[in-house]
């Protein structure tokens, strides 16, 4: 339900549901003209928390472009991710597939070889072929090139976005705390000089080359682990050499996402369009532009969150600028939980004060309590979405099934097998009911999460769990635990010694959907 809406005079409620309802419809044939059809961009931000941004409680930092986004549109108190992290989430998020099926698909190394062969039916293909014309800009994660070989980081990097459906990309091909520190424009690196070759590898090139093992106070931010290559003064996970020209400074990555995301939708305004817009925010090492720097009182992640909402008012104005607001169902969502030290040492646990990432949930990004994959998301699109909440359940996962049944788009026989169409919950309609079940799963390291209604089993193969409190260590878990989200949402109570039928009725059948073919 929608709780600010049913303040409302019966009759002004019914008329504005009504709207939406007519005007949603309007939107979901073929019959309309191709110029008629909906605009579809999706943000989503990197480990951004429930409670981070002020809509969802955060009290840390303002997030008047976040704000305005929920205010103007539906905020969804019971979202999903499909993982606890960001490779897993946006394999699923393209393919509507679960990540557990698919083995490698945990976070991507340096080196990794597409994750998703070229030609697999995705959310962008299917789209494309429905007369979209498709984009990705900022963080991919999904690994790029052929296997086993994995990218030629000097020649054409293919498989990889284009592969998939997508017709332009602007790419940060693992993330910032990995080499090589460049930036993929379609098949190529960004800016690089055939004459300065990139070398990419997991071993240092010799006993000389300046890493953060070797040469420890020459990093800015101290790490325990990222200990390979220094760039911009940080060590990063892994190796690499040349490629000068092509080095990004990691201050400007926002300012980047920003101007191509408004370049993009100024080129295709007249086009049905698709945009994926990854910004790397609050990825560490969070190190923002300079007129972020101090924005927020909780040091570098407070003021990475404030410069993810420059960013996202930054691609909204952009549409308010095109006259396109009215015709863009816009979708915000957060890749997986939050997490505090992830292993750079910039104090985000000593100063983010009362300010709770979590807001009420347990857990954060690796894991599979709430916290890890519990995540904001929001929906706008003026005349369509009504403004409000709600509480309908549903999953990034679900995007691909939803947005392609929304524009009457074919989806190829076996495709996003996981994905199941909550277009009406997603647009606000009274008769929605969301999902009924839902699996969450960590990096693939054997955790999952399986909630039906509103239970929620949790199994742990390996009886230990890491940011289980929001501390980077790991936590010993029994194998099975059994919560009553309606009663208990902080999953501090296992209740599976009071509820074990309950309990091993949804572990066959959270077996049963892992085993699924």
């Known amino acids: 339900m929608l709780p600010n809406i049913m303040t409302l005079p019966r009759l002004l409620l019914s008329a504005t549901i009504l709207l939406a309802i ?15 059809r909906p605009n579809i961009v999706i943000i989503m931000a990197d480990d951004l928390g429930y409670g981070d941004v002020g809509c969802y409680g955060g009290t840390g930092v303002a997030t008047p472009e976040i704000d305005r986004l929920a205010a103007e549109g539906l905020r969804f108190t019971q979202a999903y991710c499909s993982a606890g992290t960001c490779t897993p989430t946006r394999f699923s998020l393209l393919t509507g597939v679960y990540a557990f099926r698919v083995p490698g698909s945990g976070i991507a190394p340096p080196n990794s070889p597409a994750l998703i062969p070229a030609g697999t039916p995705t959310i962008a293909s299917v789209l494309k072929n429905a007369g979209y014309h498709t984009g990705v800009i900022g963080k991919w994660h999904l690994g790029i090139g052929p296997k086993p070989s994995g990218p030629d980081w000097n020649g054409k990097l293919a498989p990889g976005p284009l592969e998939i459906g997508f017709d332009d990309a602007l790419i940060l091909p693992t993330t910032n705390d990995r080499v090589p520190p460049v930036l993929v424009r379609n098949h190529h690196v ?21 890493d953060a093992k070797t040469f420890p106070n020459a990093s800015r931010i ?13 060590g990063r996970i892994g190796y690499f050499t040349g490629g000068k020209a092509a080095l990004f400074r990691d201050e400007d990555l926002a300012d980047r996402w920003a101007s191509e995301a408004k370049q993009w939708l100024t080129d295709h305004a007249d086009v049905p369009f698709f945009l994926l817009c990854t910004p790397h925010s609050l990825h560490a090492p ?8 101090g924005k927020s009182r909780m040091g570098p992640r407070g003021d990475a969150i404030a410069e993810l909402d420059w960013t996202v008012g930054q691609i909204t104005a952009a549409l308010d600028q095109l006259d396109l607001t009215d015709r863009t169902l816009v979708v915000f969502c957060s890749d997986n939980g939050p997490v505090l030290i992830d292993d750079y040492q910039d104090r985000a646990d000593e100063l983010r004060g009362d300010h709770d990432p979590n807001g009420p949930y347990r857990g954060g990004k690796y894991n599979v309590f709430e916290g890890a994959t519990r995540t904001p998301l929001i929906v706008r699109m003026p005349g369509v979405v009504p403004t409000g909440t709600s509480e309908k359940v549903v999953c990034t996962i679900d995007f691909a099934a939803s947005l392609a049944s929304w524009v009457n788009a074919e989806v190829p026989d076996a495709a996003l097998h996981d994905s199941r ?25 054997g955790s999952y999460g399986y909630r039906k209604g509103n239970w929620k089993l949790v199994r742990c193969d390996g009886r230990a769990m890491l940011n289980a409190d929001l501390q980077m260590k790991r936590t010993r878990q029994p194998k099975f635990a059994l919560y009553n989200l309606l009663d208990d949402p902080g999953e501090t109570k296992n209740t599976i010694a009071d509820h074990q039928e309950r309990a091993e009725m949804m572990k066959k059948e959270l077996q049963s959907i892992i085993d699924e073919k």
């Open 222 to 234: 101290q790490s325990r682990t990222h200990l390979g290559t220094i760039h911009n003064g940080v």
């Open 421 to 445: 169409n909550v277009m009406k919950a997603l647009l606000g309609h009274i008769d929605a009911v969301g999902r009924s079940a839902l699996v969450q799963q960590d990096n693939g390291w």
């Open 22 to 36: 007519c005007v949603g419809s309007a939107f979901a044939g073929t019959s309309t003209s191709q110029p008629d």
């Open 190 to 210: 960004e800016n690089l000089d055939p004459n300065d070759p990139l070398w990419v590898g997991d071993q240092s090139p010799s006993l000389a080359h300046r």
């Open 286 to 293: 969070r190190i923002v532009h300079e007129r972020f720097q």
